[in-house]
């Protein structure tokens, strides 16, 4: 993509191994993708993600876009099981251009009834590797997701590793992002 300059300190994310990170002022960034409302970015140091919350320290970033890219629009109208997948769909692995739905990572959702009212979703997904540190970064981020839907009162993604994953999971469309339809 491009290479800009950070305006301000910044919080990060080390990738792969999910540590947090802090990455300086004035630091050249090269943006490696802006999917799901988070920014991948490569440093001299490796590569970070940068949360959509602290996206404005980045120069030059047209922030506006990357909601547009998100899917930050206001959802209308009642909840549904189909606006948790397209919530889910919103969420992306930092160094895989595809969503954790087309990656073939969630495995399962449930919805019920939540014992204070509205909605209980319950999301069980994997990741492409056991040792991955992102994990609970990207379940942490599908779980924002699903929370933020309307009627939903109590959302948890739960990180399960049976079966195992496997590139034949991925779906046909993710397959075609990755060019290996």
């Known amino acids: ?15 792969p191994a999910g540590t947090p990170a ?7 960034v090269h943006i490696v993708q ?27 970033l047209d922030l506006d876009k990357l909601d ?11 909840f549904s099981e189909q606006l948790v997948w397209d919530a889910l769909k919103g969420c992306f692995d930092p160094e895989i251009p595809v969503n954790i739905v087309d990656l073939g990572l969630v495995y399962d959702l449930d ?7 509205g909605r209980r979703v319950d999301v069980k997904m994997t990741l492409t590797a056991p040792g991955c540190g992102m994990g609970p970064v990207i379940a ?8 933020a839907l309307p009627g939903v009162v109590e959302a948890r993604v739960h990180i399960v590793w049976d079966p195992q994953w496997t590139p034949q999971m991925i779906s046909e469309a993710g397959r075609v992002q990755l060019g290996i339809a």
């Open 111 to 117: 919805i019920g009834d939540s014992p204070a009212g």
């Open 68 to 78: 547009r890219e998100a899917g930050a629009a206001v959802v209308a109208g009642g």
């Open 34 to 60: 802006t999917l799901g409302g988070n920014v991948t970015v490569r440093t001299d140091h490796g590569l970070f993600r940068i949360a959509r919350a602290d996206a404005g320290a980045i120069a030059g």
């Open 1 to 15: 993509m491009s290479t800009t300059r950070l305006l301000e300190d910044v919080p990060a994310t080390v990738i």
């Open 22 to 28: 802090t990455l300086a002022a004035g630091e050249a």
């Open 140 to 147: 942490e981020d599908a779980r924002q997701r699903v929370a």
